[in-house]
């Protein structure tokens, strides 16, 4: 394994630190480990191992819908379901918290 000796100095928003520290403390990753693993990730996926889009909409709230709008929205999900376009739902709650920040 390579020497660590390279520094890296970067500036960002105060909040987003605590946060992601914070995370990082409870998984027992100290900062550094992860900005290495970033790296690393960038070099494999040659680009950033994640996509930059902005959501094309907010999670539909159900606790605002009409009788008829959620029925229409479980309509929706059974034939998404049935055409095969569904995603284990972990994999959908983390992408849910990914691109809303919760």
Same mark, same amino acid.
């Given at each position: 394994? =390579?020497?660590?000796?390279?520094?890296?100095?970067?500036? +960002?928003?105060?909040?987003?630190?605590?946060?992601?520290?914070? +995370? &990082? $403390?409870? &998984?027992?990753?100290?900062? $550094?480990?992860?900005?290495?693993?970033?790296?690393?990730? +960038?070099?494999?996926?040659?680009?950033?191992?994640?996509?930059?889009?902005?959501?094309?909409?907010?999670?539909?709230?159900? #606790?605002?819908? $009409?009788?008829?709008?959620? #029925? &229409?929205?479980?309509?929706?999900?059974? =034939?998404?379901?049935?055409?095969?376009?569904?995603?284990?739902? $972990?994999?959908?709650?983390? #992408?849910?918290?990914?691109?809303?920040?919760?």
């Amino acid at each position: 394994m =390579a020497a660590k000796s390279a520094n890296l100095y970067a500036r +960002i928003e105060p909040e987003v630190k605590e946060q992601a520290e914070g +995370i &990082l $403390s409870a &998984l027992g990753i100290p900062a $550094s480990n992860a900005i290495n693993m970033f790296y690393k990730q +960038i070099i494999l996926q040659r680009g950033l191992p994640f996509d930059v889009k902005i959501p094309s909409a907010r999670p539909v709230d159900m #606790n605002n819908l $009409s009788e008829e709008q959620m #029925n &229409l929205e479980l309509e929706k999900g059974y =034939a998404d379901m049935k055409a095969g376009r569904t995603k284990p739902a $972990s994999k959908a709650f983390t #992408n849910i918290r990914k691109d809303y920040n919760l």
